[in-house]
C-alpha cells in the first residue's frame, strides 16, 4: 500500500494563480482532511469530509475550496492564491472520525506564493 | 474555537535523559488524546495516544499521562536518543469530527 500520495510535492504561484492540490488514499478510509502547518502555528484544519460526496469546514477555510468526489481522492483548491497561502498543506485520513482512529499524514505540498 | 496548549515549544536535552512535554485542553468533553512525531521532511505520524477511561499508557520508551481533573496530558520520553530529536504534537477531538492540534514541540537531543 502507498498510503496516503500528495501531488505535487512543491508548487511556486504568482497571487492570483489558480491551483488544485491533489490527495489520494488506497486504505479504503471514509474520513479524510486537509491542513496547513505554519511556523510556529501547528497544524490546522482547513476542510474535512466524512465520506464520499461530503464535504465541511475546519478552522481556517477561507480562500479554500475542496472536493470528494471519489472515496479515494480528497482535492483543494485554490481559486486565486495570496502570498498569506504560502505554507506546507498535509492531506491525512482515517477509518472513522477524531474520536480515536488514527490519522495517516501523506508527505505534504509546499506551496510558496510570490 | 477551542485550541490545545503545548509546552514547551522547544526542548533541548542530553541523550540518556528523559523529556517531558505538557498539553492542556479546555473541552471536557474531549475524550481522546494522541500524540505525533513530525521527522524533518515528512508528515505527522501517531506515536501513542490515550483515551478518557485510562489515566496512563506506556510503549518501551514513550508514555502518556491523562490526568482529567486538571485537563492536561504529558508525553514522556525515557533514555532519550538522537533519532528522537523531531516535532511532537499533542492534539484532542473536542471537535468531535476532527482532531485539533497543539503549535508542537521542537525536542532536539544532542549525543
Known amino acids: 500500500n502507498a498510503g496516503v500520495t500528495q501531488t505535487p510535492k512543491f508548487r511556486v504561484l504568482k497571487t492570483g494563480q489558480s491551483m488544485t492540490l491533489l490527495c489520494a488514499q488506497d486504505?479504503?478510509?471514509?474520513?479524510m482532511y486537509w491542513y496547513r502547518q505554519d511556523p510556529g502555528m501547528g497544524l490546522r484544519l482547513i476542510h474535512y469530509?466524512?465520506?464520499?460526496?461530503?464535504?465541511a469546514k475546519g478552522e481556517v477555510p477561507d480562500g479554500y475550496n475542496v472536493s470528494r468526489l471519489k472515496k479515494q481522492n480528497f482535492l483543494l483548491g485554490l481559486e486565486s492564491a495570496a502570498p498569506s497561502q504560502t505554507s506546507v498543506y498535509f492531506c491525512?485520513?482515517?477509518?472513522?472520525?477524531?474520536?480515536?482512529?488514527?490519522?495517516?499524514f501523506g508527505p505534504g505540498t509546499r506551496l510558496l506564493v510570490l | 474555537g477551542e485550541n490545545v496548549e503545548q509546552h514547551p515549544s522547544t526542548l533541548s536535552v542530553q541523550e540518556g535523559d528523559s523529556a517531558v512535554i505538557k498539553c492542556t485542553y479546555s473541552d471536557s468533553a474531549s475524550n481522546y488524546f494522541p500524540w505525533y512525531k513530525q521527522e524533518l521532511g515528512k508528515g505527522p505520524q501517531l506515536i501513542i495516544d490515550i483515551r478518557s477511561n485510562v489515566g496512563e499508557k506506556k510503549d518501551q520508551r514513550i508514555a502518556v499521562t491523562l490526568n482529567k481533573t486538571a485537563k492536561h496530558f504529558s508525553l514522556h520520553i525515557t533514555e532519550t536518543q538522537p533519532e528522537d530529536s523531531a516535532v511532537y504534537f499533542c492534539a484532542d477531538n473536542q471537535a468531535g469530527t476532527a482532531l485539533i492540534f497543539g503549535k508542537g514541540t521542537t525536542l532536539s537531543v544532542s549525543s
Open positions: 469530509s466524512v465520506g464520499e460526496g461530503t464535504t
Open positions: 491525512a485520513s482515517s477509518y472513522v472520525g477524531g474520536t480515536g482512529e488514527t490519522q495517516y
Open positions: 486504505m479504503n478510509h471514509e474520513y
